[in-house]
């Protein structure tokens, strides 16, 4: 069965719904209340991510068999059961592993993303288009905006917005969108096509990066900007000319507002940690309570949130901004180390490929990771969905699989014949867990918790929260909860 020259058969199938998930999510959240908090929106990724995975099994089924290196097998294996011990010891376990679900998704999610693609390398196209889409989506919801608003220039752009409950989330898909820009400029180059709507695209991308103000962001798509332009030197003038343009723009729809403008951090007279949000102290006092209280296994998955008295004495920060801090913090140096190893064999594979269009690919996964050394990209729901999508391209780009069953188990590698099974056994596991989670996330939200609820919430709580607050508690106020959850 054909449409609009798309074959749909196992393997189109879940890459369309995929596709569709990216900006499924956005309206997904902002159509459901319940789900707009940072912390509930996980149950949006997951639940997309779900029915991906499970739209993928036919698929990895008729594989029979799949090569996996071995070294990769064991490494994540272990890496998984390190942080799940880690988090099972955390103060606050059920809720916890909400957090670890989360990741345990995202990484099956990537792994499946990588089957598909390997297998069907023309489908990519779908994906991209989506991310573009989204992107669209939210600058023309973005332009409505201000369009309606009786003072945009005086507007709260910081919280007060369409589709994201920070200015900051908005950045991360900025942070996608501007390299992968780039890579649409190879894609088109190589075919001979029109550029010019591929150019008209960057400069609302940068124009949107100089608007939303976001250091970490602008930092990340100016490191790849220059190591794209170091890797396609005759695309100089169309790059320069997108980021003045792009500049011009932004400067159009200057508002009044301290978080927004990268121009307000030449005005500003304050100091590095002033300058940096309050994150150089966040970082310090995170890493001295990593090495004063669980130096081995760390505080595990969302412990942070879960510190008390708050780090930094900062009560509505949620996660350290930085995903070295947050690893170290969570799992401890080996829950750190396996991640890394990981992202430079990525990098060094990519950096000794001979195709052009995998290398400008690799630059959208690499910005991610620069923005998250500052920032909670792989934190939030949104930002840690898309960069699961990306991440499982660059995967499939850079080792793309054979899945040839004769071919021969070394030593070095092993053929997984259950990874249906194991798909399988995950997702059900999860949709249990998270099917909880939205249930308790339902009364805490619309009040139809009763004293009963209340007690069975505050034995499992997987969710326990009567605000939308970070709300932290300790084990010894829980009665005192309990009576704010039943009023």
Known sequence: MQAF????????IPIIYLAC??????????????????????????????????????????????????????????WLVWTLTSTLLGTQPWAAIVRWLELLISITTAFCLYILISQKPQLLPLIVKAIIAAVLLCILAFAIYWNISPYPIQHDWASDIPLFMNIRHFGYLAAVAVPLGYWLLEINTIKNHSIFWIFVYLTLCWALVFWLGGRGTFLAVSITTVLYLSISKEKLKWILLSIVLGLFTSQLFIVDHPSLNLFRLWREDVSLNALTSFRMTIYIDSVIYWWQHSAVMGVGADGFRYIIPAIGELESIA?????????????????????????????????????????????????????????????????????????????????????????????????????????????????????????????????????????????????????????????????????????
């Open 319 to 487: 996660h350290p901004h930085s995903i070295i801090i947050q690893l170290l913090l969570s799992y401890g140096i080996l829950g750190l180390l396996i991640p890394s190893y990981f992202f430079f064999l990525l990098s060094w594979k990519a950096a000794q490929s001979n195709q052009k269009q995998t290398k400008v690919f690799y630059l959208v996964f690499l910005s991610t990771m620069i923005l998250s050394i500052f920032d909670g990209i792989l934190y939030h729901a949104y930002g840690l969905f898309i960069s699961t999508i990306i991440a499982g391209i660059s995967i499939a780009y850079i080792w793309p699989f054979s899945p040839c069953s004769e071919l021969p188990v070394t030593n070095k590698s092993y053929k997984i014949k259950s990874i249906p099974l194991i798909l399988t056994a995950v997702t059900l596991f999860c949709s249990a867990y998270y099917l909880i989670f939205s249930i308790q996330l339902y009364h805490s939200k619309y009040d139809k918790s009763d004293e009963q609820w209340a007690n069975w919430s505050a034995e499992y709580p997987i969710y326990f929260s009567p605000t939308w607050t970070y709300l932290r508690y300790k084990t010894e106020d829980i009665e005192y909860l309990k009576t704010l959850y039943s009023k």
């Open 21 to 78: 998930s990216v900006v499924g999510f956005l309206l997904m959240r902002e159509s459901i209340h319940m789900f707009q908090h940072p912390i509930a929106a996980r149950a949006i990724s997951v639940i997309l991510e779900i029915g991906f995975i499970l739209l993928a099994i036919p698929a990895t089924y008729s594989l029979k068999v799949i090569n996996i290196p071995k070294k990769a097998v064991i490494l994540i294996a272990f």
């Open 5 to 12: 020259g798309i074959t749909f058969d196992k393997y189109s």
